[in-house]
């Protein structure tokens, strides 16, 4: 597989977090005037309906809609400091920590809705994991920012 440069790996990150902040907010707007003209989405919300949770849905839907655009927005803004090359900072921590939160609250969104939707636990089971992980990419970055600092007041 060909390497690419760390610029245009960083580049390549930022369209694709802009393009899916995009896509989130364009669903969030569009989705309830076309949701009879998406089979999936229609069979999703028929889980809901069937259990007399129409509302549910559409909260479930406004939630997750919302936590993955903000999860969106903390990773553009990690991915500009790494770009400027500032990654190993408090503010790049605590970007991070916020992003891992975020996952872990999409995982708690779809937890609570498994008795209208059973396979939103395999969304609880993702985005636990993926939140899991950046918890430990965060606990690396933190010690490696306090290593950076102790370094930085030794020279």
């Given at each position: 597989?060909?390497?690419?440069?760390?610029?245009?790996?960083?580049?390549?990150?930022?369209?694709?977090?802009?393009?899916?902040?995009?896509?989130?907010?364009?669903?969030?707007?569009?989705?309830?005037?076309?949701?009879?003209?998406?089979?999936?989405?229609?069979?999703?919300?028929?889980?809901?309906?069937?259990?007399?949770?129409?509302?549910?849905f559409w909260i479930w839907f406004y939630l997750l809609m919302v936590s993955g655009a903000a999860c969106c927005v903390a990773l553009i803004a990690i991915l500009k400091r790494v770009q400027r090359e500032l990654?190993?900072?408090?503010?790049?921590?605590?970007?991070?920590?916020?992003?891992?939160?975020?996952?872990?609250?999409?995982?708690?969104?779809?937890?609570?809705?498994?008795?209208y939707f059973h396979m939103s636990y395999i969304l609880t089971l993702a985005a636990g994991f993926l939140g899991l992980c950046l918890r430990v990419v965060k606990n690396v970055l933190e010690h490696a920012n306090e290593l950076k600092n102790e370094n930085d007041l030794t020279v």
């Open positions: 597989m060909p390497k690419i440069s760390k610029s245009a790996s960083t580049t390549i990150s930022l369209i694709l977090a802009h393009a899916l902040l995009s896509i989130l907010l364009f669903f969030a707007i569009v989705m309830p005037m076309v949701i009879k003209s998406a089979p999936i989405m229609m069979g999703v919300k028929a889980y809901f309906t069937e259990k007399g949770g129409d509302a549910v990654v190993f900072t408090d503010r790049t921590v605590s970007l991070l920590r916020w992003l891992s939160w975020g996952c872990m609250f999409i995982a708690a969104i779809c937890l609570g809705v498994v008795y």
